[in-house]
């Protein structure tokens, strides 16, 4: 037995809700799962990407400083 309600049945208003609720946790936990990802991502590159800033701040930079010195004395 179910109430009719300005014709609409109460099993239908609480079955619409309940499926909105799920579509709505759903999403919810779908975008935590992919912030963890990404943290765990971060955590384990952490030391890769630093090095990398290292690498690049002595070698490359050395390089560009060089070859900017070398064309600037042509110029004097």
């Known amino acids: ?3 009719i309600v300005m014709g609409v049945s109460i099993m ?5 809700f309940d ?10 936990l779908l975008i935590g799962g992919m912030i963890v990802i990404v943290l765990i991502a ?3 590159y952490k030391d890769y990407l630093l090095g990398i800033g290292e690498e690049m ?4 930079i050395a390089k560009v ?11 004097d």
């Open 57 to 60: 701040n002595s070698t490359e």
């Open 1 to 3: 037995m179910t109430l």
């Open 12 to 16: 239908f208003l609480i079955k619409n």
């Open 42 to 44: 971060i955590y384990f």
């Open 19 to 28: 499926e909105k609720g799920q579509g709505s946790a759903e999403m919810i």
């Open 65 to 75: 400083n060089n070859a900017i010195e070398n064309i600037s004395s042509k110029f």
